[in-house]
T-cell receptor
Framework: RKEVEQDPGPFNVPEGATVAFNCTYS??????FFWYRQDCRKEPKLLMS?????NEDGRFTAQLNRASQYISLLIRDSKLSDSATYLC???????????WGAGTKLIIKP | NAGVTQTPKFQVLKTGQSMTLQCAQD?????MYWYRQDPGMGLRLIYY???????DKGEVPNGYNVSRLNKREFSLRLESAAPSQTSVYFC?????????????FGPGTRLTVL
C-alpha cells in the first residue's frame, strides 16, 4: 500500500460546479498535511495547509479525518483556472520529510 | 526576487555521461531539497540539506550526489547517468525544514537519458 494514495482522475467537472476529492494516508503518526497545486509542466505550489479543525480559503475547504486517515479538498463554484493536478502531501512520522501523493487531475469544462 | 531558480531547463544525456543540476534561492531559506517526479508517482526526495553545511539522503539517493555550496546554492550531480534517471527534477527551499514549512519550488529540469 502506498503511504499516500489519491484517485488519479481525471475529474471532469462543469464550470460552477462543486467538486471534492480525498487522499488517504497510511501513517497514523503523521501530523502535517497539505494540498499543493501543480499546473501542467509547472512546479508544485502550496494551495493550503490542512488543520485538525478544518480550514477554508475562499472557495477551497480542506478537512482532516484522523480516525479514517484521510484528508479532503472541496472546491466550490469551480473556475476554468482551477484545472490542475492537486497533490496531497503528508509528513512522515516526526521526521519533517514529506510524502507526496501522485495527484488528482481536475479538468473544469466551460 | 526570483525565488528558486534551476538550470538547465532541459537536458539530454547519453548513458554514462555526467552532469550537474544547479539550484539557487534568494529567499534566505535554510533548507533545500532535490526531488524527482515520474509519471504516475508522487515527488520522491533524493537528497535534502536542512541547513548550510549539512546534507542527508532522502528516499531515492542512489546514483546521485549533492553539494550545499552555500546558503543559496544546492547542486545535484549525476556521475554516470542511466535511463532510469530520466525524470523531471525539482529543487525546493523552505524556511527551517520543519514539518509545517511551505516548500517553494523551482521550475524544474527535464532530463532524458538515452
Amino acid at each position: 500500500r502506498k503511504e499516500v494514495e489519491q484517485d488519479p482522475g481525471p475529474f471532469n467537472v462543469p464550470e460552477g460546479a462543486t467538486v471534492a476529492f480525498n487522499c488517504t494516508y497510511s501513517n497514523s503518526a503523521s501530523q502535517s498535511f497539505f494540498w499543493y497545486r501543480q499546473d501542467c509542466r509547472k512546479e508544485p505550489k502550496l494551495l493550503m495547509s490542512v488543520y485538525s479543525s478544518g480550514n477554508e480559503d475562499g472557495r477551497f475547504t480542506a478537512q482532516l479525518n484522523r480516525a479514517s486517515q484521510y484528508i479532503s479538498l472541496l472546491i466550490r463554484d469551480s473556475k476554468l483556472s482551477d484545472s490542475a493536478t492537486y497533490l496531497c502531501v503528508v509528513n512522515r512520522d516526526s521526521n519533517y520529510q514529506l510524502i507526496w501523493g501522485a495527484g488528482t487531475k481536475l479538468i473544469i469544462k466551460p | 526576487n526570483a525565488g528558486v531558480t534551476q538550470t538547465p531547463k532541459f537536458q539530454v544525456l547519453k548513458t554514462g555521461q555526467s552532469m550537474t543540476l544547479q539550484c539557487a534561492q534568494d529567499m534566505n531559506h535554510n533548507s533545500m531539497y532535490w526531488y524527482r517526479q515520474d509519471p504516475g508517482m508522487g515527488l520522491r526526495l533524493i537528497y535534502y540539506s536542512a541547513s548550510e553545511g549539512t546534507t542527508d539522503k532522502g528516499e531515492v539517493p542512489n546514483g546521485y550526489n549533492v553539494s550545499r555550496l552555500n546558503k543559496r546554492e544546492f547542486s545535484l550531480r549525476l556521475e554516470s547517468a542511466a535511463p532510469s534517471q530520466t525524470s523531471v527534477y525539482f529543487c525546493a527551499a523552505s524556511g527551517y525544514g520543519t514539518a509545517t514549512d511551505t516548500q517553494y519550488f523551482g521550475p524544474g529540469t527535464r532530463l532524458t537519458v538515452l
